[in-house]
Nanobody
Framework: QVQLVESGGGLVQAGGSLRLSCAAS????????MGWFRQAPGEERRFVAA????????SYVDSVKGRFTISRDNAKNTVYLQMNSLKPEDTAVYYC??????WGQGTQVTVSA
């Protein structure tokens, strides 16, 4: 059974940093795209960042470019999201995604002004 477990969310002041982690288990995901989405209250879940199996192809939504960095460790079946210079508008539940199919349970990120 595939399981994705996110961690690292929390409350931070604007300008601060957080690092999210997502550990996958149940199978090997080294050949699959891994990514992050977020969902703010009253809004749809939206794409944030994705990384291919080798890390050679990375994409970000425009609003986080230059502030967020996605990375992965295939040996640990883990994907990370380093979030710097956080803004109140980054407040959302952040979800890990693997292979555009599997989802984690989400981790809350709250950025205070």
């Amino acid at each position: 059974q595939v399981q994705l477990v996110e961690s690292g969310g929390g409350l931070v002041q604007a300008g601060g940093s957080l690092r999210l982690s997502c550990a996958a288990s149940g199978r090997t995901f080294s050949n699959y795209v891994m990514g992050w989405f977020r969902q703010a209250p009253g809004e749809e879940r939206r794409f944030v960042a994705a990384i291919n199996w080798s890390g050679s192809r990375i994409s970000y939504v425009d609003s986080v470019k230059g502030r967020f960095t996605i990375s992965r460790d295939n040996a640990k079946n883990t994907v990370y999201l380093q979030m710097n210079s956080l803004k109140p508008e980054d407040t959302a539940v952040y979800y890990c995604n693997v292979a555009w199919h599997y989802w984690g349970q989400g981790t809350q990120v709250t950025v205070s002004a």
